[in-house]
């Protein structure tokens, strides 16, 4: 077996210890500062369709696409489905030039006060999910503030209702247990649960970028039966709205 000095190498996770580090290629292009991240697939597709249509342009990233908006003012990238995909593009984004990173999804209602198509900006997060314990830092784990502000007050153009809220992540949708889910919504006032914010929450604090997310409820999780709503009219409605805000260059002007 071969014999390592430890004198040679940093403190775990120290950036003097890391083999791997984020890096923008010779040949790749350096991105717009602000953009969105979708994490779902169709939403993603939407979005960069929408944006070629009006001259955008599209490139490609490990794991996903990205697409740049012709005045090349923001750009999009998705899909990113679980929280160490979505924190491998969140990365590679920072390395391209992100500064500000918007996130979109969708997440499953635990609060009895929330139902099928109504909109939650992320608060604080939870991590349920295996990613965010590699990203610490002294900074508190939040989103940041005036970009959550921002998409707060884009979610009411849609609907007066949208609310701040807290969100726990999780890498097992197949293991939510109702005891489990009660004990976050008491213990940690937890509204809703998706698959990637609280790992997003960590690198953008970690890499000092601004972060926030908007969400859409895609299923109720609080009542005695689970209740999905992925096909339901008013939640695929409301996606769409909350991506138009998004896609509207003004929404990435500096402030």
Not at 47 to 67: D, K, M, P, V
Not at 185 to 199: F, H, K, P, T, W
Request: glycine share 8%; net charge neutral; aromatic share 10%.
């Amino acid at each position: 077996m071969l014999a390592m000095d430890n004198d040679n190498f940093g403190t775990p996770y120290s950036e003097k210890d890391i083999v791997i580090s984020p890096r923008r290629g010779k040949h790749e292009k350096q991105i717009p500062a602000s953009g969105i991240l979708l994490v779902n697939p169709p939403d993603a597709q939407y979005a960069i369709t929408r944006l070629l249509s009006e001259g955008g342009e599209l490139r490609s990233i490990y794991h996903t696409q990205l697409c740049i908006h012709s005045t090349g003012r923001f750009f999009i990238a998705g899909p990113a489905v679980s929280a160490p995909i979505a924190v491998m593009a969140a990365e590679k984004l920072i390395a391209l030039g992100a500064r500000s990173i918007y996130l979109f999804s969708c997440c499953g209602a635990i609060s009895p006060e929330l139902k099928i198509g109504d909109i939650v900006v992320g608060a604080v997060p939870q991590a349920g999910e295996g990613t965010s314990q590699y990203y610490v830092c002294d900074r508190p784990n939040l989103p940041s503030k005036n970009s959550a502000e921002r998409l707060l007050t884009a979610a009411q153009q849609i609907s007066q209702q949208s609310r701040l809220g807290n969100i726990w992540t999780t890498d097992a949708p197949y293991r939510e247990s109702r005891y489990w889910l009660n004990e976050q919504l008491i213990r940690n006032q937890v509204v809703g649960i998706d698959m990637e914010y609280s790992a997003l929450c960590s690198i953008c604090n970690f890499r000092a970028i601004r972060f926030a997310g908007i969400f859409v409820i895609s299923d109720e999780l609080w009542r005695e039966r689970w209740v999905p709503g992925f096909k339901n009219a008013e939640f695929l409605s409301v996606g769409r709205k909350i991506i138009h805000l998004l896609l509207d260059p003004k929404f990435h002007e500096d402030r």
